[in-house]
């Protein structure tokens, strides 16, 4: 597939004011600080909608799942939230980076 | 964020101009700065987020804030509308890069051959006064034709030029420096111009070359241990 810039695969906000722009209902979740081996640095972002359209992403794809759900009930709030995730041994039944990073992120509404 | 946000960052990086996005994390207010109503002590954050093109999280007068480094993107001069740049032009685009392919030969520089690619039909020499190179500019020659890729050099070595690359043999590349020399270009100089381009990974086919081609001015862009040529 030929991309210009204006459909540069980084711009997730372009999707997802696309999507908008198509009716969906859209949440962003942008990665505000990162630590470690966190594979993305500050500034990587991920759209998902209501419908289960995702673009982009925060990690290496260890903790999408819960930054979508996290994103989307904001959108069903209203109300931004702070996330941040990191791995330890105590907390591995919970979602973590297994690279052992540690990421901090902003979820909101797209309105 | 809101949607009329997105339109006027995508209006910012179409027209090419640095900006930097500010988010308040406790409530999700955001500026699009230099904007005089988000006060000095934002502002000032804003300018040395885009000159050190970094973004990052900061404590501004008692709130957390967001500030993303928008600088334009940076941009990749190819002089040649040769097969090769039929592979690297698209990769380049993907990694990022505004791509503008100069190429005075129509029947190779056209929009059937490059869909979607900004194109340059003028001398190479007069392209690249117009395009003039920065230290956010790439510049690979392609056309293996000392009339159309010397003069694109010898512009480029004249510019700050992050990253110079002419595709050819190291044969045919010791014959290009020497006619640049001739141009009263210095060995240090010259040295500036990665030939043959590209890393070493045994590319045979255009796409591997484009490939290499990329790899390279990305090692060079973001400092990478392959940045440096080995002897």
Same mark, same amino acid.
């Given at each position: 597939m030929l991309m210009n810039n204006a459909e540069d695969m980084e711009d997730i906000l372009a999707v997802a004011a696309a999507w908008?722009?198509?009716?969906e209902q859209v949440a962003l979740a942008t990665v505000t600080e990162s630590w470690g081996s966190s594979p993305r640095p500050a500034g990587s972002r991920m759209a998902v909608t209501v419908s289960g359209r995702i673009a982009g992403?925060?990690?290496?794809?260890?903790? @999408?799942?819960?930054?979508?759900?996290?994103?989307?009930?904001?959108?069903?709030?209203?109300?931004?939230?702070?996330?941040?995730?990191?791995v330890t041994? @105590?907390?591995?039944?919970?979602?973590?980076?297994?690279?052992?990073?540690?990421?901090?992120?902003?979820?909101?509404?797209l309105i | 964020?809101?949607? *009329?946000?997105?339109?006027?960052?995508?209006?910012?990086? %179409?027209?090419?101009?640095?900006?930097? +996005? !500010?988010?308040?994390?406790?409530?999700?207010? %955001? +500026?699009?700065? =230099? $904007?005089?109503?988000?006060? %000095?002590?934002?502002?000032?954050?804003?300018?040395?987020?885009?000159?050190? $093109?970094?973004?990052?999280?900061? *404590?501004? *007068?008692?709130?957390?804030? +967001?500030?993303? !480094?928008?600088? =334009?993107?940076p941009r990749l001069i190819l002089v040649g509308a040769v097969h090769i !740049?039929?592979?690297?032009? =698209?990769?380049?685009?993907?990694?990022? +890069? %505004?791509?503008?392919?100069?190429? =005075?030969?129509?029947?190779f520089g056209n929009e059937d051959r490059f869909p979607g690619i900004t194109?340059?039909? $003028?001398?190479? $020499?007069?392209?690249?006064? !117009?395009?003039?190179p920065d230290t956010r500019t790439a510049v690979v020659t392609l056309t293996h034709d000392p009339k159309l890729d010397d003069p694109a050099l010898d512009e480029a070595l004249r510019s700050d030029a992050f990253y110079i690359g002419a595709l050819g043999s190291r044969k045919t590349h010791a014959a290009r420096l020497a006619r640049l020399a001739a141009l009263g270009h210095t060995p240090a100089a010259l040295a500036r111009i990665r030939g043959p381009v590209g890393l070493d990974i045994g590319a045979v086919s255009a796409p591997e070359i484009a490939l290499s081609v990329i790899a390279e001015i990305v090692a060079v862009q973001r400092g990478g241990g392959l940045a440096v040529r080995g002897a």
């Open positions: 908008a722009a198509a009716g992403s925060v990690s290496g794809g260890c903790i @999408e799942g819960a930054v979508a759900e996290a994103a989307l009930r904001s959108l069903a709030t209203g109300v931004p939230e702070r996330l941040e995730y990191g041994n @105590e907390m591995a039944w919970e979602v973590g980076l297994a690279c052992g990073g540690r990421v901090k992120l902003f979820v909101e509404p | 964020m809101k949607r *009329e946000t997105i339109a006027a960052l995508q209006a910012a990086r %179409a027209a090419r101009r640095a900006v930097a +996005f !500010a988010t308040r994390l406790d409530d999700g207010a %955001a +500026f699009i700065l =230099p $904007d005089p109503a988000a006060g %000095a002590a934002l502002n000032a954050q804003a300018t040395a987020a885009l000159r050190a $093109d970094r973004s990052g999280t900061h *404590e501004i *007068e008692g709130a957390s804030w +967001f500030i993303e !480094a928008r600088n =334009p993107a !740049a039929q592979a690297l032009a =698209p990769l380049a685009a993907m990694t990022g +890069f %505004a791509v503008t392919l100069v190429d =005075p030969r129509r029947a194109l340059n039909n $003028d001398w190479p $020499d007069a392209a690249m006064l !117009a395009l003039a």
